[in-house]
Protein backbone atom coordinates (compact mmCIF):
# COMPACT_ATOMS: atom_id res chain seq x y z
CA UNK A 1 0.00 0.00 0.00
CA UNK A 2 1.14 3.37 -1.09
CA UNK A 3 1.33 6.43 1.82
CA UNK A 4 -1.82 7.97 2.88
CA UNK A 5 -1.33 11.97 1.93
CA UNK A 6 -1.83 14.21 4.59
CA UNK A 7 -3.21 18.12 4.37
CA UNK A 8 -0.75 20.45 3.62
CA UNK A 9 1.87 21.90 6.58
CA UNK A 10 -0.44 24.74 8.28
CA UNK A 11 -3.56 23.62 6.95
CA UNK A 12 -6.66 21.49 8.31
CA UNK A 13 -9.61 19.73 7.42
CA UNK A 14 -12.72 20.50 8.69
CA UNK A 15 -14.59 17.58 9.37
CA UNK A 16 -17.86 16.18 11.10
CA UNK A 17 -18.84 16.43 13.30
CA UNK A 18 -16.58 19.52 13.91
CA UNK A 19 -17.71 20.97 11.21
CA UNK A 20 -20.93 21.56 12.27
CA UNK A 21 -19.60 24.20 14.82
CA UNK A 22 -17.40 25.72 12.16
CA UNK A 23 -20.61 26.72 9.74
CA UNK A 24 -22.67 27.33 13.29
CA UNK A 25 -19.85 29.77 13.90
CA UNK A 26 -19.74 31.44 9.90
CA UNK A 27 -23.04 31.54 9.80
CA UNK A 28 -23.29 33.26 13.29
CA UNK A 29 -20.35 36.06 12.48
CA UNK A 30 -22.47 36.59 9.02
CA UNK A 31 -25.82 37.45 10.48
CA UNK A 32 -24.92 40.95 11.68
CA UNK A 33 -23.75 42.53 8.85
CA UNK A 34 -27.07 40.48 6.60
CA UNK A 35 -28.90 42.37 8.99
CA UNK A 36 -27.42 45.43 8.52
CA UNK A 37 -28.36 45.85 4.91
CA UNK A 38 -24.79 44.44 3.49
CA UNK A 39 -24.65 42.60 0.48
CA UNK A 40 -22.68 39.10 -0.22
CA UNK A 41 -19.94 39.67 -2.61
CA UNK A 42 -17.44 37.04 -4.07
CA UNK A 43 -13.91 37.90 -5.13
CA UNK A 44 -11.39 35.75 -6.87
CA UNK A 45 -9.02 33.38 -4.38
CA UNK A 46 -6.04 34.82 -6.45
CA UNK A 47 -5.36 38.60 -7.21
CA UNK A 48 -2.64 40.87 -8.90
CA UNK A 49 0.63 40.38 -6.68
CA UNK A 50 1.24 44.05 -6.78
CA UNK A 51 -3.00 44.72 -5.48
CA UNK A 52 -1.61 43.58 -1.93
CA UNK A 53 1.56 45.19 -2.49
CA UNK A 54 0.29 48.76 -2.74
CA UNK A 55 -2.69 47.72 -0.92
CA UNK A 56 -1.89 46.40 2.34
CA UNK A 57 1.96 47.71 2.39
CA UNK A 58 4.94 46.43 1.57
CA UNK A 59 6.51 46.85 5.58
CA UNK A 60 3.97 44.48 6.66
CA UNK A 61 4.91 41.25 7.41
CA UNK A 62 1.60 39.89 5.60
CA UNK A 63 3.19 41.18 2.22
CA UNK A 64 7.16 40.87 3.01
CA UNK A 65 7.17 37.43 4.29
CA UNK A 66 3.94 35.62 4.63
CA UNK A 67 2.20 36.11 0.73
CA UNK A 68 1.59 32.54 -1.74
CA UNK A 69 2.69 34.25 -4.77
CA UNK A 70 3.19 32.30 -8.22
CA UNK A 71 3.74 33.09 -11.79
CA UNK A 72 1.11 31.51 -13.50
CA UNK A 73 1.56 30.16 -17.39
CA UNK A 74 0.93 33.72 -19.40
CA UNK A 75 3.38 34.78 -16.79
CA UNK A 76 1.63 37.12 -14.92
CA UNK A 77 2.47 37.39 -10.82
CA UNK A 78 -0.89 35.83 -8.66
CA UNK A 79 -1.03 36.02 -4.90
CA UNK A 80 -3.28 33.92 -2.96
CA UNK A 81 -5.07 36.43 -1.23
CA UNK A 82 -3.67 37.02 2.07
CA UNK A 83 -6.34 39.73 3.61
CA UNK A 84 -9.90 40.31 1.98
CA UNK A 85 -9.98 44.06 1.86
CA UNK A 86 -7.66 44.83 -1.17
CA UNK A 87 -9.38 42.14 -3.14
CA UNK A 88 -13.13 43.34 -2.11
CA UNK A 89 -12.02 47.12 -2.83
CA UNK A 90 -10.69 46.51 -6.16
CA UNK A 91 -14.05 44.89 -7.26
CA UNK A 92 -16.04 47.45 -5.61
CA UNK A 93 -14.51 49.92 -7.83
CA UNK A 94 -14.33 47.48 -10.80
CA UNK A 95 -17.80 47.34 -10.59
CA UNK A 96 -18.53 50.91 -10.11
CA UNK A 97 -19.92 50.11 -6.77
CA UNK A 98 -18.29 53.29 -5.63
CA UNK A 99 -20.40 55.85 -8.04
CA UNK A 100 -23.64 53.94 -6.66
CA UNK A 101 -25.56 54.95 -3.31
CA UNK A 102 -23.34 55.52 -0.63
CA UNK A 103 -22.01 53.76 1.33
CA UNK A 104 -21.83 50.96 -0.34
CA UNK A 105 -21.72 47.83 2.23
CA UNK A 106 -21.00 44.13 1.33
CA UNK A 107 -19.70 41.07 3.37
CA UNK A 108 -17.80 38.15 2.18
CA UNK A 109 -16.32 34.79 3.56
CA UNK A 110 -13.58 32.77 1.97
CA UNK A 111 -10.02 31.45 2.97
CA UNK A 112 -7.04 33.55 3.55
CA UNK A 113 -3.32 32.47 3.10
CA UNK A 114 -0.69 33.40 4.98
CA UNK A 115 3.14 31.40 5.17
CA UNK A 116 3.09 31.88 8.86
CA UNK A 117 4.83 29.45 11.42
CA UNK A 118 2.03 27.24 12.14
CA UNK A 119 0.72 27.10 15.78
CA UNK A 120 -2.69 26.85 17.14
CA UNK A 121 -4.88 29.40 15.85
CA UNK A 122 -2.63 30.06 13.44
CA UNK A 123 -2.68 28.54 9.97
CA UNK A 124 -1.51 28.80 5.99
CA UNK A 125 -5.28 28.53 5.33
CA UNK A 126 -7.51 30.36 7.70
CA UNK A 127 -10.91 31.46 6.88
CA UNK A 128 -12.58 34.95 7.40
CA UNK A 129 -16.10 36.75 7.40
CA UNK A 130 -15.77 40.19 6.79
CA UNK A 131 -17.70 43.35 5.94
CA UNK A 132 -16.26 46.71 3.65
CA UNK A 133 -18.20 49.68 4.04
CA UNK A 134 -17.08 52.62 1.73
CA UNK A 135 -17.91 55.98 1.06
CA UNK A 136 -18.47 57.55 4.29
CA UNK A 137 -16.78 59.09 6.93
CA UNK A 138 -19.97 59.27 9.54
CA UNK A 139 -18.54 57.92 13.05
CA UNK A 140 -21.89 56.53 13.48
CA UNK A 141 -20.55 53.78 10.27
CA UNK A 142 -17.05 52.61 12.66
CA UNK A 143 -19.50 52.39 15.46
CA UNK A 144 -22.10 49.86 13.29
CA UNK A 145 -18.87 47.84 11.58
CA UNK A 146 -17.96 47.20 15.78
CA UNK A 147 -20.97 46.47 16.88
CA UNK A 148 -21.60 43.73 14.23
CA UNK A 149 -17.94 41.85 15.18
CA UNK A 150 -18.91 41.99 18.62
CA UNK A 151 -22.37 41.11 18.80
CA UNK A 152 -21.65 37.93 16.75
CA UNK A 153 -19.03 37.19 19.22
CA UNK A 154 -20.94 38.20 22.72
CA UNK A 155 -24.73 37.83 21.86
CA UNK A 156 -25.18 35.23 19.10
CA UNK A 157 -22.10 32.74 19.96
CA UNK A 158 -22.65 33.59 24.16
CA UNK A 159 -18.58 33.99 24.35
CA UNK A 160 -17.93 35.37 27.33
CA UNK A 161 -14.29 36.07 28.09
CA UNK A 162 -13.57 38.54 24.62
CA UNK A 163 -12.20 42.18 25.39
CA UNK A 164 -12.79 44.42 22.46
CA UNK A 165 -10.22 47.04 21.91
CA UNK A 166 -10.24 50.18 20.52
CA UNK A 167 -8.05 52.91 19.67
CA UNK A 168 -7.39 55.66 17.32
CA UNK A 169 -4.32 55.94 14.76
CA UNK A 170 -5.00 59.64 13.53
CA UNK A 171 -4.96 60.35 10.40
CA UNK A 172 -2.18 61.43 7.48
CA UNK A 173 -2.30 65.10 9.12
CA UNK A 174 -1.68 63.97 12.69
CA UNK A 175 0.23 60.92 12.28
CA UNK A 176 3.45 61.94 10.92
CA UNK A 177 3.90 64.37 13.99
CA UNK A 178 3.00 61.76 16.48
CA UNK A 179 5.63 59.43 14.64
CA UNK A 180 8.50 61.84 14.80
CA UNK A 181 7.68 62.06 18.53
CA UNK A 182 7.62 58.56 18.99
CA UNK A 183 10.94 58.13 16.97
CA UNK A 184 12.65 60.59 18.89
CA UNK A 185 11.67 58.44 22.58
CA UNK A 186 12.46 54.81 20.55
CA UNK A 187 16.12 56.04 20.13
CA UNK A 188 16.10 57.04 23.96
CA UNK A 189 16.04 53.04 24.45
CA UNK A 190 17.69 50.13 24.63
CA UNK A 191 16.52 48.11 21.42
CA UNK A 192 17.78 45.16 19.53
CA UNK A 193 19.37 45.43 16.20
CA UNK A 194 15.71 44.16 14.68
CA UNK A 195 13.73 46.44 16.70
CA UNK A 196 15.84 49.83 15.45
CA UNK A 197 15.30 48.20 12.12
CA UNK A 198 11.07 48.24 12.94
CA UNK A 199 11.41 52.20 14.38
CA UNK A 200 12.49 52.92 10.87
CA UNK A 201 9.89 50.87 9.23
CA UNK A 202 7.02 51.56 11.30
CA UNK A 203 7.80 52.71 14.72
CA UNK A 204 3.86 52.13 16.05
CA UNK A 205 4.51 48.54 16.22
CA UNK A 206 6.83 49.04 17.96
CA UNK A 207 4.77 49.48 20.72
CA UNK A 208 3.07 46.11 20.16
CA UNK A 209 6.18 44.24 21.11
CA UNK A 210 5.18 41.32 23.64
CA UNK A 211 8.71 41.12 24.96
CA UNK A 212 8.70 42.39 28.80
CA UNK A 213 12.45 43.99 28.05
CA UNK A 214 11.05 46.26 25.57
CA UNK A 215 7.44 47.04 26.83
CA UNK A 216 9.50 47.97 30.43
CA UNK A 217 11.04 50.92 28.33
CA UNK A 218 7.89 51.72 26.63
CA UNK A 219 5.85 52.63 29.93
CA UNK A 220 6.60 56.43 29.06
CA UNK A 221 6.37 56.26 25.46
CA UNK A 222 4.08 58.91 23.49
CA UNK A 223 0.80 57.39 23.04
CA UNK A 224 -1.23 58.71 19.67
CA UNK A 225 -4.35 59.25 21.21
CA UNK A 226 -2.35 61.86 22.72
CA UNK A 227 -1.58 63.39 19.58
CA UNK A 228 -4.93 63.85 17.25
CA UNK A 229 -5.80 66.66 15.58
CA UNK A 230 -9.10 68.35 16.40
CA UNK A 231 -10.58 66.50 13.51
CA UNK A 232 -9.55 62.92 14.71
CA UNK A 233 -10.20 63.02 18.37
CA UNK A 234 -14.02 64.66 17.49
CA UNK A 235 -14.10 61.61 15.70
CA UNK A 236 -12.88 59.28 18.24
CA UNK A 237 -15.11 61.06 20.80
CA UNK A 238 -18.09 60.21 18.38
CA UNK A 239 -17.41 56.73 17.87
CA UNK A 240 -17.02 55.97 21.22
CA UNK A 241 -20.59 57.50 22.43
CA UNK A 242 -22.15 55.77 19.38
CA UNK A 243 -20.64 52.55 21.18
CA UNK A 244 -21.90 53.87 24.86
CA UNK A 245 -25.35 54.17 23.16
CA UNK A 246 -25.52 51.08 21.77
CA UNK A 247 -24.51 49.47 25.28
CA UNK A 248 -20.69 47.98 24.07
CA UNK A 249 -18.66 47.33 26.29
CA UNK A 250 -14.76 48.51 25.11
CA UNK A 251 -11.61 48.93 26.95
CA UNK A 252 -9.38 52.29 24.84
CA UNK A 253 -6.52 50.27 23.72
CA UNK A 254 -3.94 53.28 22.88
CA UNK A 255 -0.77 50.99 22.32
CA UNK A 256 -3.51 49.04 20.06
CA UNK A 257 -1.17 49.11 16.51
CA UNK A 258 -2.75 46.69 13.34
CA UNK A 259 -0.57 44.46 11.32
CA UNK A 260 -1.78 46.26 7.86
CA UNK A 261 -0.92 49.73 7.22
CA UNK A 262 -3.67 50.87 5.45
CA UNK A 263 -5.43 52.11 8.54
CA UNK A 264 -6.31 55.34 10.04
CA UNK A 265 -8.82 57.11 13.13
CA UNK A 266 -10.54 53.94 14.24
CA UNK A 267 -8.75 50.97 14.83
CA UNK A 268 -10.19 47.60 16.48
CA UNK A 269 -9.71 44.06 17.83
CA UNK A 270 -11.29 41.57 19.55
CA UNK A 271 -8.88 39.56 21.87
CA UNK A 272 -10.27 36.18 23.33
CA UNK A 273 -8.36 35.60 26.55
CA UNK A 274 -8.47 31.63 26.27
CA UNK A 275 -6.70 31.45 23.69
CA UNK A 276 -3.02 32.03 24.18
CA UNK A 277 -0.52 34.01 21.95
CA UNK A 278 -3.16 34.02 18.82
CA UNK A 279 -5.30 35.39 20.95
CA UNK A 280 -7.34 37.81 18.13
CA UNK A 281 -10.38 36.27 16.92
CA UNK A 282 -11.01 39.63 14.52
CA UNK A 283 -10.07 43.28 13.75
CA UNK A 284 -10.65 45.82 11.56
CA UNK A 285 -11.16 50.05 11.27
CA UNK A 286 -10.97 52.80 9.37
CA UNK A 287 -8.70 52.84 5.98
CA UNK A 288 -9.64 56.61 4.47
CA UNK A 289 -7.13 56.89 1.60
CA UNK A 290 -6.24 53.03 0.52
CA UNK A 291 -9.27 53.43 -2.28
CA UNK A 292 -7.53 56.63 -3.49
CA UNK A 293 -3.67 54.00 -2.96
CA UNK A 294 -5.89 51.04 -5.13
CA UNK A 295 -6.51 53.58 -7.55
CA UNK A 296 -10.19 54.61 -6.86
CA UNK A 297 -11.38 58.15 -5.92
CA UNK A 298 -10.86 60.25 -2.70
CA UNK A 299 -12.61 57.46 -0.34
CA UNK A 300 -13.08 57.03 2.87
CA UNK A 301 -14.26 53.77 4.22
CA UNK A 302 -13.96 51.14 7.15
CA UNK A 303 -14.63 47.43 7.77
CA UNK A 304 -13.64 43.77 9.59
CA UNK A 305 -12.33 40.59 9.27
CA UNK A 306 -13.31 38.00 11.80
CA UNK A 307 -11.22 34.89 11.84
CA UNK A 308 -13.38 31.42 11.91
CA UNK A 309 -11.06 29.39 12.89
CA UNK A 310 -10.51 30.99 16.24
CA UNK A 311 -13.93 31.88 16.78
CA UNK A 312 -14.01 28.26 16.79
CA UNK A 313 -11.20 27.63 18.87
CA UNK A 314 -12.95 30.49 21.36
CA UNK A 315 -16.13 28.84 21.51
CA UNK A 316 -14.41 25.26 22.41
CA UNK A 317 -12.47 27.03 24.74
CA UNK A 318 -15.72 28.50 26.42
CA UNK A 319 -17.52 24.74 26.31
CA UNK A 320 -20.07 26.61 23.93
CA UNK A 321 -22.78 23.86 22.02
CA UNK A 322 -23.80 25.19 19.34
CA UNK A 323 -26.99 23.86 17.94
CA UNK A 324 -26.57 21.34 14.85
CA UNK A 325 -28.86 22.23 11.70
CA UNK A 326 -27.69 18.76 10.22
CA UNK A 327 -29.25 17.11 12.67
CA UNK A 328 -31.26 13.91 11.37
CA UNK A 329 -34.74 13.53 11.40
CA UNK A 330 -36.08 10.46 10.19
CA UNK A 331 -33.74 7.30 9.16
CA UNK A 332 -35.32 5.39 6.33
CA UNK A 333 -34.63 1.35 6.46
CA UNK A 334 -35.64 -0.94 2.90
CA UNK A 335 -36.49 -4.43 4.06
CA UNK A 336 -35.67 -6.12 1.33
CA UNK A 337 -35.03 -5.25 -2.15
CA UNK A 338 -38.61 -4.50 -3.21
CA UNK A 339 -39.22 -1.78 -1.03
CA UNK A 340 -35.61 0.00 -1.74
CA UNK A 341 -37.43 2.55 -4.84
CA UNK A 342 -40.31 3.25 -2.33
CA UNK A 343 -37.66 4.38 0.22
CA UNK A 344 -35.67 6.11 -2.08
CA UNK A 345 -38.61 7.94 -3.61
CA UNK A 346 -39.87 8.42 0.25
CA UNK A 347 -36.90 9.82 1.28
CA UNK A 348 -36.95 12.37 -1.51
CA UNK A 349 -40.13 13.67 -0.96
CA UNK A 350 -39.38 14.09 2.85
CA UNK A 351 -35.79 16.05 1.92
CA UNK A 352 -38.03 18.26 0.26
CA UNK A 353 -40.24 19.07 2.83
CA UNK A 354 -37.54 20.21 4.94
CA UNK A 355 -37.06 16.53 6.98
CA UNK A 356 -33.68 16.11 7.31
CA UNK A 357 -33.40 11.86 6.26
CA UNK A 358 -30.81 9.28 5.60
CA UNK A 359 -31.47 5.94 4.35
CA UNK A 360 -29.64 2.65 4.93
CA UNK A 361 -27.49 1.71 1.96
CA UNK A 362 -25.92 -1.71 0.84
CA UNK A 363 -28.92 -4.13 1.74
CA UNK A 364 -28.20 -4.18 5.22
CA UNK A 365 -29.99 -7.04 8.08
CA UNK A 366 -32.83 -5.00 9.74
CA UNK A 367 -30.01 -5.16 13.09
CA UNK A 368 -27.11 -3.31 11.04
CA UNK A 369 -29.33 -0.37 9.42
CA UNK A 370 -30.81 -0.05 13.11
CA UNK A 371 -27.66 0.20 14.60
CA UNK A 372 -26.62 2.83 11.96
CA UNK A 373 -30.14 4.63 12.45
CA UNK A 374 -28.74 5.22 16.16
CA UNK A 375 -25.66 5.83 15.36
CA UNK A 376 -26.95 8.43 12.92
CA UNK A 377 -28.73 10.39 16.15
CA UNK A 378 -32.04 10.41 14.21
CA UNK A 379 -35.19 10.78 15.95
CA UNK A 380 -37.07 8.35 13.72
CA UNK A 381 -36.43 5.42 11.81
CA UNK A 382 -38.95 4.22 8.66
CA UNK A 383 -39.00 0.86 8.08
CA UNK A 384 -40.49 -0.66 5.12
CA UNK A 385 -40.99 -4.33 4.14
CA UNK A 386 -43.18 -6.45 1.83
CA UNK A 387 -46.40 -6.40 4.24
CA UNK A 388 -45.75 -2.48 4.34
CA UNK A 389 -45.09 -2.15 0.48
CA UNK A 390 -48.52 -4.25 0.21
CA UNK A 391 -50.40 -2.10 2.52
CA UNK A 392 -49.13 1.40 1.28
CA UNK A 393 -47.99 2.09 4.72
CA UNK A 394 -44.55 2.41 7.06
CA UNK A 395 -43.59 1.52 10.29
CA UNK A 396 -42.62 4.31 12.04
CA UNK A 397 -40.10 3.92 14.81
CA UNK A 398 -39.46 6.83 17.79
CA UNK A 399 -35.95 6.01 18.51
CA UNK A 400 -35.78 8.47 21.53
CA UNK A 401 -39.43 7.21 23.60
CA UNK A 402 -39.11 3.21 21.91
CA UNK A 403 -42.58 3.01 20.34
CA UNK A 404 -43.17 1.70 16.89
CA UNK A 405 -46.73 2.73 14.97
CA UNK A 406 -48.19 1.89 11.61
CA UNK A 407 -48.81 5.12 9.46
CA UNK A 408 -50.04 5.70 6.14
CA UNK A 409 -46.69 6.48 3.46
CA UNK A 410 -49.24 8.96 1.89
CA UNK A 411 -49.34 10.83 5.77
CA UNK A 412 -45.52 10.29 6.53
CA UNK A 413 -44.28 13.92 5.79
CA UNK A 414 -47.58 15.73 7.87
CA UNK A 415 -46.79 12.84 10.77
CA UNK A 416 -43.33 13.66 10.99
CA UNK A 417 -43.95 17.57 10.69
CA UNK A 418 -46.15 17.79 13.39
CA UNK A 419 -44.39 15.67 15.76
CA UNK A 420 -40.63 17.34 15.10
CA UNK A 421 -42.15 21.13 15.05
P1 LIG B 1 -6.35 40.69 10.25
O1 LIG B 1 -6.36 41.18 11.65
O2 LIG B 1 -5.03 40.51 9.61
O3 LIG B 1 -7.23 41.72 9.43
O4 LIG B 1 -7.16 39.34 10.14
C1 LIG B 1 -8.47 39.25 10.63
C2 LIG B 1 -8.63 38.01 11.51
O5 LIG B 1 -8.31 36.83 10.75
C3 LIG B 1 -7.68 37.95 12.70
O6 LIG B 1 -8.17 38.67 13.79
C4 LIG B 1 -7.65 36.45 12.99
O7 LIG B 1 -8.77 36.06 13.78
C5 LIG B 1 -7.78 35.84 11.61
N1 LIG B 1 -6.46 35.42 11.11
C6 LIG B 1 -5.52 36.17 10.51
N2 LIG B 1 -4.43 35.42 10.21
C7 LIG B 1 -4.70 34.16 10.64
C8 LIG B 1 -3.98 32.92 10.62
N3 LIG B 1 -2.75 32.82 10.08
N4 LIG B 1 -4.56 31.82 11.16
C9 LIG B 1 -5.80 31.89 11.71
N5 LIG B 1 -6.54 33.03 11.75
C10 LIG B 1 -5.99 34.15 11.23
C11 LIG B 1 -7.47 41.65 8.10
O8 LIG B 1 -7.22 40.70 7.42
C12 LIG B 1 -8.19 42.85 7.56
N6 LIG B 1 -8.43 42.67 6.11
C13 LIG B 1 -9.48 43.13 8.30
C14 LIG B 1 -10.20 44.33 7.80
C15 LIG B 1 -11.22 44.37 6.91
N7 LIG B 1 -9.91 45.59 8.10
C16 LIG B 1 -10.73 46.40 7.46
N8 LIG B 1 -11.52 45.65 6.72
Redesign the pocket.
Known amino acids: MSELFKAPKGTYDVVPPFSATWLAVRKALSTPPINSGYGYIETPIFEDTALFVRGVGESTD?VSKEMYTFEDKGGRSLTLKP???AGVLRAMLENRMDRGALPAKVWYTGP?F?Y?QPQS????Q?T?V???AIGSSDPALDAEVIWMAIYAQREILGLKQVRLLVNSLGCHNCRPEYRKILVAFLDTCDLDEATRARVLINPLRVLDDKRKEVQDQLTEAPLMPDFLCADCAEHHVKVLGFLDALGVVYEQAPRLV???DYYVRTTF?CVHDGLGA?S??????R?DGLIETLGGPPMAG??????V??TCLAVQAEGIELSNDSQIDAFLIPIGEASQLLVIALAGKLRGSGIVSDIAFDGRSIKAAMKSADRSGARYAILIGDEELASSTVILKDLVIGTQETVAVDSVIETLIARLN
Open positions: VEGTHREGRYRHQGVERGLEQAIGGGGYVGFGLGDR
